[in-house]
């Protein structure tokens, strides 16, 4: 493959988060491929890191302007480029203009909430200008096609990737006894806790908590990330569950992230709208099961119960016996996890990108 | 003639197939074939193909499905009638390959072998088809090129699911019933669902003349291999031929296609109506040396004794022909009686059907497996009012297409006008907007209701976003390429075969005869046998509608020629009417909106089982 590929993305090198990280996770994979990739960010600066070959990053431009303006030189100054790539559906319609200015292919990548709501008219009319659009979940990928008229054969699924570090191991009595999460079982849940992201099902699971406390009374809760909504769901948290059953870890370190994968008995965490729940593929790469939530994208990270189960978190009976269920049932088994390890990744981006340079350019308005 | 599905689990992190689920499948499918049933999965339980079969060549084991090479490395699972696998069977067995069956299923396995893709342009009947190639590890989804055999499949970003009914797709559980506003917003425009939208959104009609590859990236876009359009087109091209040429190419080609659509191990019938295409097939038959033949007619309680009664004159014909006569009568309370499993069969909503519904279970009970059927004459003879007057549409109002606004004007002040009484079609209010263009003109002829009108009969959002999906009128502009300009009986034909027949007449044979568990064979539906009429202003000037009756030695009898003017008539129009709630002395535009309603009020999208 040597495809000249411009990706215009709100981050990648440089950044933390999980849509740098995706970024990175793809550019990687093509180069790998044989692809050569110029990416042109809007935040987080590459210096001092060392890049894949094939790979290189401009500095940052945040200005949109500016940022439109050096798309539009680089593309033509820096070409001939075969795909624009375009990381962010915010920044469509300046990837379809720039695509089209230097007669190339335009890939857009979705992932999640950024199609599931808002809808004005440029960004549709951008995203439907697109020859290949890439989800990261059946989910995203399902609703993007309900508002915007493409044919489905043009948006395939490309999803998250689990990084080699979260693999199954030993776990740390340290660990346990650092947070204060006593002999168990633990049930772990990862994420931000902002007052925009209360699908994520903590307040449901404190519920279900006491009824779970009576067949294991030792068993805790630990949420682990902080954000503008940790106080309230402490609050929550003891008039639902109790002083003693909820532990709040607040921010983790990469390093303790995986010592709790490793630790815990059950993944859980309810929600009801992930892009794809890349925390519930983390957990499984580590043997953790998964208790996720019905809708969104979630049934791509838990698709069958060789993972785990998802539940309505609104039914509290259901979440109980999920939770119980899943606690019985022991580790996954790695074998499940596989297909979404970085190589599988890597070829399934390739072949997308073999796919998108040699099918004839879409016609707009084709159906 | 059989019922196909399965399931590849393309992207790495799908699950393996669901083998309930593609049990489900084939259940859904059970009355198109009740010959056999068959499963075949790939080792790595990625690929899983079902079959429901019913026998027509080859009935020994041999011809069982899904069906796989001598080494292999090819699985096939085939709904359809190849009907010059004799030939291919013989060119290919020059080339080396060896037969373990006399089946036109086997015939394609190593077609596929031998010339890959573009093997369907070597094919001569009704098919769809899935071959899966386990050395490539890719699938092929095919589809013949009028769109006799239906192929749907529904792509959720991981996991490729196909079935002969989009209703089978359902059936198998992992499948959304989202609602697609295109595909109801089109049911409702044009009385049938344009392909490739279906009412619901995941699932997609393969189109007519295409394959679609699917590898572990996912399917690639349908790649187009026919086209009416161009092949009217390069018809148009040939040298015109006097009236005497034409009345023989006309001949010919009937001759050609009966004898190739003949072709089967079980016994063929013939639906036969007072009309002259049914009757000159019938006459051909006999020509071509089929004897004892099987001839069906219709009759309606309603008629009898009348001058609309067809079997009298249908007798006549059978008659001459020497073909055994079944008259079977139908009547209001069988129709009342059948309308739930009507209902529950019809795969897609449509307007029609309902006749070939009682005519396949006539023949059914009688034992028949197989029939041919007029379906396609209309559109290929120009025997439809629409190859008059959408061309004289075009010509009297193109003019006013040029004056901005004006046909939007007239079309509100009449929609006014008529919304307070006014004794008007509420169609005609859009003949200034409409009418001056071809697909205008033939939405105005063909429509049953109008984009201006569905917002009172749907949810607003709903009719908008389907407008804007369907843009109905560049996806009948879209049936009108053909890379050469073509003349107005083209035109028309061209419109009427890529939407009224492929859309209604060919998918209501489908369900309607699978049903019962009946293969119609449709010869007037053959591109060979397109390709092989006279230009159409030859067709025209011959009345190719009345010079068929001609076709036959001995032809028709005079009485049915005089009868093809009086037109068909049927009392299932006013049944449907009265099914569908509407009421007073209203014509068959009215029952057939009456009756649109009707259907979709049946329940399609949602929660409702399959």
């Not at chain 1, 983390?282 to 539940?311: F, I, N, Q, W």
């Not at chain 2, 040939?238 to 009937?254: C, D, F, M, P």
């Not at chain 2, 499993?341 to 034992?367: Q, R, S, Y």
């Not at chain 2, 028709?556 to 005089?562: F, G």
Request: aromatic share 8%.
């Amino acid at each position: 493959m040597t495809a000249r590929m411009l990706a215009l993305v709100s981050d990648c090198y440089g950044m933390g988060g999980g849509i740098a990280r995706y970024n990175q996770d793809l550019v990687e994979g093509l180069a790998e491929g044989g692809a050569q990739i110029l990416v042109l960010p809007r935040h987080g600066r590459a210096d001092g890191i060392h890049l894949p070959a094939g790979i290189s990053q401009e500095p940052p431009v945040f200005n949109r302007l500016w940022y439109s303006v050096k798309s539009l030189w680089i593309g033509w100054r820096r070409g001939p480029f075969d795909v624009v790539f375009c990381g962010h559906v915010y920044m469509a319609p300046i990837a379809w203009v720039v695509a089209r200015l230097i007669g190339a292919r335009y890939w857009l990548q979705t992932h999640g909430t950024d199609v599931w709501e808002s809808r004005p008219p440029l960004r549709r009319r951008a995203i439907e200008a697109a020859d290949m659009v890439t989800a990261v979940s059946r989910g995203t990928r399902h609703i993007l096609l309900g508002w915007v008229h493409l044919p489905p054969e043009c948006v395939r699924v490309l999803p998250d990737t689990v990084g080699d570090r979260f693999v199954p191991g030993p776990p740390s009595n340290t660990l346990r006894d650092r947070f204060a999460l006593g002999s168990g079982p633990i049930l772990l849940a990862v994420g931000r806790l902002s007052a925009s992201e209360r699908y994520k099902g903590h307040e449901q699971v404190f519920g279900a908590l006491p009824a779970l406390r009576a067949e294991y009374p030792n068993l805790v809760y630990a949420v682990a990330g902080g954000g503008d909504d940790r106080r309230r769901l402490e609050q929550r948290a003891r008039e639902l569950a109790g002083e003693s059953a909820v532990r709040f870890l607040g921010f983790v370190s990469e390093e303790d992230l995986l010592g709790l994968y490793r630790l815990a008995d059950l993944y859980v965490m309810p929600s009801t709208q992930e892009g794809f729940g890349i925390v519930y593929l983390e957990a499984a790469a580590c043997g953790l099961r998964v208790v996720g939530g019905v809708g969104g994208g979630s049934a791509d990270a838990v698709p069958d119960e060789r993972v785990g189960v998802l539940v309505d978190p609104s039914d509290r009976a259901a979440l109980v016996a999920a939770i119980a269920s899943q606690l019985a049932r022991g580790k996954v088994d790695p074998v499940a996890v596989e297909p979404y390890r970085k190589a599988h990744f890597a070829a399934a981006a390739c072949r997308l990108l073999a796919r998108l340079m040699t099918q004839p350019r879409r016609r707009r308005g084709a159906k | 003639m059989c019922g196909i599905a399965g399931i590849f689990a393309y992207l790495d992190v799908a699950p393996d197939v669901d083998r309930g689920e593609l049990a489900r499948m084939n259940a859904r499918m059970a009355p198109r074939g009740p010959d056999g049933s068959g499963n075949w999965f790939s080792a790595d339980r990625r690929v899983g193909f079902t079959h429901r079969r019913l026998a027509i060549i080859d009935l020994s084991e041999r011809g069982a499905q899904p069906m796989h090479s001598s080494d292999g490395t090819l699985i096939i699972t085939f709904n359809g009638e190849i009907y010059n696998y004799r030939q291919l069977k013989a060119e290919l067995e020059a080339k080396g390959y060896c037969f373990r069956s006399d089946s036109d299923t086997e015939v394609l396995l190593h077609l596929y072998a031998d010339r890959g893709l573009s093997m369907v342009e070597a094919l001569r009947g009704m098919f769809a088809f899935a071959i899966w190639d386990s050395r490539a590890r890719k699938l092929l989804l095919a589809r013949d090129p009028l769109g006799i055999k239906p192929l749907y499949y529904a792509d959720d970003g991981w996991t490729i699911r196909f079935a002969s009914q989009a209703k089978a797709l359902l059936a198998g559980g992992a499948v959304p019933r989202d609602p697609d506003p295109a595909g109801i917003v089109g049911f409702h425009l044009f009385g049938s669902v344009p392909d490739p939208f279906t009412v619901w959104r995941s699932i997609r009609a393969v189109p007519a003349g295409s394959t679609i590859l699917v590898d572990a990236a996912g399917p690639e876009a349908p790649r187009a291999y026919y086209s009416v359009a161009h092949a009217l087109g390069r018809r148009s091209a040939a040298a015109g031929a006097g009236a005497e040429t034409g009345r023989r190419q006309l001949s010919a080609a009937v001759h050609d296609s009966v004898r190739h659509h003949l072709v089967a191990d079980v016994p063929v019938a013939v639906f036969l109506s007072a009309g002259l295409d049914s009757g000159a097939l019938l006459g051909t038959m006999a020509e071509l040396g089929a004897r004892d033949t099987l001839a069906v007619t219709l009759s309606f309680a309603e008629f009898k004794g009348d001058r609309h009664d067809e079997a009298p004159l249908a007798a006549e014909i059978a008659s001459r022909y020497g073909a055994r006569h079944l008259v079977r009568t139908v009547d209001r309370a069988e129709f009342e009686r059948d309308l739930p499993a009507i209902l529950d069969a019809m795969d897609m909503p449509t307007i029609d059907g309902i006749n070939t519904w009682f005519v396949a279970k006539a023949a059914h009970e009688a034992g028949i497996k197989v029939a041919l059927s007029g379906l396609g004459a209309d559109e290929c003879f120009g025997g439809y009012p629409s190859f008059t007057d959408v061309p004289r549409s075009v010509r009297l109002l193109r003019p006013f297409r040029f004056i901005p606004g004006l046909g939007g004007l007239a079309r509100r002040v009449l929609s006014s006008a008529i919304a307070r009484g006014v004794r008007l079609h509420p169609k005609s209010a859009g003949v200034l907007q409409y009418g001056g263009s071809w697909p205008g003109a033939y939405l105005l002829r063909r429509g049953v209701f109008m984009p201006w009108e569905l917002c009172g009969l749907l949810d607003p959002a709903l009719v908008a976003e389907g407008l804007r999906r369907l843009a109905p009128l560049s996806h009948i502009s879209a049936a009108l390429q053909a890379g050469r300009p073509l003349g107005e009986f083209d035109r028309v034909a061209a419109m009427e075969t890529s939407f009224y027949m492929r859309n209604q007449l060919l998918r209501d044979a489908d369900w309607a005869g699978m049903a019962h568990s009946i293969e119609i064979r449709v010869p007037y539906v053959d591109p060979y046998f397109l390709a092989a009429l006279p230009r159409g202003d030859v067709l025209a000037a011959i009345k190719a509608k009345e010079a068929v009756a001609d076709v036959p030695q001995p032809p028709l009898p005079q009485a049915s020629r005089n009868r093809s003017k009086t037109g068909f008539v049927t009392p299932v129009g006013r049944w449907m009417r009265d099914a569908g709630g509407a009421s007073g002395d209203v014509g068959f535009s009215n029952a057939s909106r009456a009756w649109a309603l009707r259907v979709w009020q049946a329940g399609w999208t949602g929660s409702a089982a399959a």
